[in-house]
């Protein structure tokens, strides 16, 4: 069951927007402690609180990023948006072999949990768009497959 609530968080942390209320004054101090260790470099930050857990957005050396803690302080994922140059080699490669023909979206979500990334992404060809999850090894697994409408 935990597990199950934590990928629940994740996958929040992966879907979240700049729509981020200005709680700070929600957010415990085991919470406050913990992200100041962890970005300590961190600028214009808001809070949002949602079933036990804490998610920050904000900004380091102008990349937005995003947080999320649990109650006793500890860091459970974060996400930020790259551009499709930015992946690692294998992520690439693999990408290119397995979807050659497709466009590829110039953004997608990077998302570290339980120390493993993975990559989220849409690519498109004429017949199908297809949201991927790419772990850092390279390996795809179709989140999501949509027809195209002619």
């Known amino acids: 069951m935990k597990k199950m609530i934590t990928m629940a968080t994740a996958a929040v942390l992966l879907l979240a927007t700049t729509a981020f209320a ?15 260790k962890d970005f300590s470099k961190a600028t214009r930050v808001n809070w949002e609180t949602k079933d036990n857990f804490f998610f920050a ?34 992520v690439s490669l693999a990408l290119n072999e397995r979807y050659a023909g497709y466009t590829f979206a110039n953004n997608l979500t990077e998302v570290t949990y339980e120390r493993q990334t993975s990559y989220y ?29 002619s």
Request: charged letters at 25%; aromatic letters at 4%.
């Open 22 to 36: 200005n709680g700070g004054n929600q957010v415990n101090t085991k919470v406050k402690e913990a992200f100041q």
């Open 57 to 90: 957005e904000f900004t380091v050396n102008n990349v937005l990023l995003s947080a999320a803690y649990n109650e006793e302080g500890e860091l459970v994922a974060t996400s930020r948006t790259i551009k499709t140059d930015q992946l690692p080699m294998a």
């Open 121 to 149: 992404l849409t690519v498109a060809n004429e017949k199908h768009v297809l949201r991927l999850k790419v772990s850092a090894s390279g390996d795809i697994t179709v989140e999501s497959k949509t027809k195209r409408n």
